[in-house]
Antibody
Framework: EVQLVETGGGLIQPGGSLRLSCTAS????????MSWVRQAPGKGLDWVSV???????HYAESVKGRFTISRDNSKNTLYLQMNSLRAEDTAVYYC?????????????WGQGTLVTVSS | DIVMTQSPDSLAVSLGERATINCRSS????????????LAWYQQKPGQPPKLLIY???TRESGVPDRFSGSGSGTDFTLTISSLQAEDVAVYYC?????????FGQGTKVEIK
């Protein structure tokens, strides 16, 4: 059974930094396309970033230069380093797996971790 | 960047009736080399992560009831719930994974009339 468990969320002041972690079981992070998707309170889904199995990374324009996606193969864990946080980054952050046989539709999601950016 | 636009933003349908949600992409998500549309549909209930319903625009994910169907190609897509059940009350999102940045529609809230 695949499980994705996000941790690291919390309350942070504007301009601060936070690192989210997503620990996977039942799948290998390094051989999959792994994404972060966020959802502001009461709002829709907002794609943030993806790391390919090759290591190539891509970002939404709204986070480019501030957020960094990475992985630790030995820990089977995906990360999202978030710097220069803004109020508009407040959201539940979901870790997700893009399924290659489905053409990279997301088939597994974590339960999410809440990031609140506020003074 | 591809922009996904859903319509309507919300709809109320009687139990057992049909619900139809539309999704339009600002450019084609049809990949010519394999003739597949890189378009998915998700269902999200309150307090839960999204759940994959449909991928390749019309392929139902395993375990999804057959009252859910997807259609369309290129830039125009539709999710149909043929006979709305109480457990279908949720927000539905379309999603393009044709390229990066990936994009979601703004969501359509489905309620019981």
């Amino acid at each position: 059974e695949v499980q994705l468990v996000e941790t690291g969320g919390g309350l942070i002041q504007p301009g601060g930094s936070l690192r989210l972690s997503c620990t996977a079981s039942g799948l290998t992070v390094s051989t999959n396309y792994m994404s972060w998707v966020r959802q502001a309170p009461g709002k829709g889904l907002d794609w943030v970033s993806v790391i390919y199995s090759t290591g190539s990374t891509h970002y939404a324009e709204s986070v480019k230069g501030r957020f960094t996606i990475s992985r630790d193969n030995s820990k089977n864990t995906l990360y999202l380093q978030m710097n220069s946080l803004r109020a508009e980054d407040t959201a539940v952050y979901y870790c997700a797996r893009e399924c290659e046989p489905f053409g990279l539709a997301i088939d597994y999601w974590g339960q999410g971790t809440l990031v609140t950016v506020s003074s | 960047d591809i922009v996904m636009t859903q319509s309507p933003d919300s709809l109320a349908v009687s139990l057992g009736e049909r619900a139809t949600i539309n999704c339009r992409s600002s450019q084609s998500v049809l990949y010519s080399s394999n003739n597949k549309n890189y378009l998915a549909w998700y269902q999200q209930k309150p307090g839960q992560p999204p759940k994959l319903l449909i991928y390749w625009a019309s392929t139902r994910e395993s375990g999804v009831p057959d009252r859910f169907s997807g259609s369309g190609s290129g830039t125009d897509f539709t999710l149909t719930i043929s006979s709305l059940q109480a457990e279908d009350v949720a927000v539905y999102y379309c999603h393009q994974y044709y390229n990066t940045p990936r994009a979601f529609g703004q969501g359509t809230k489905v309620e019981i009339k």
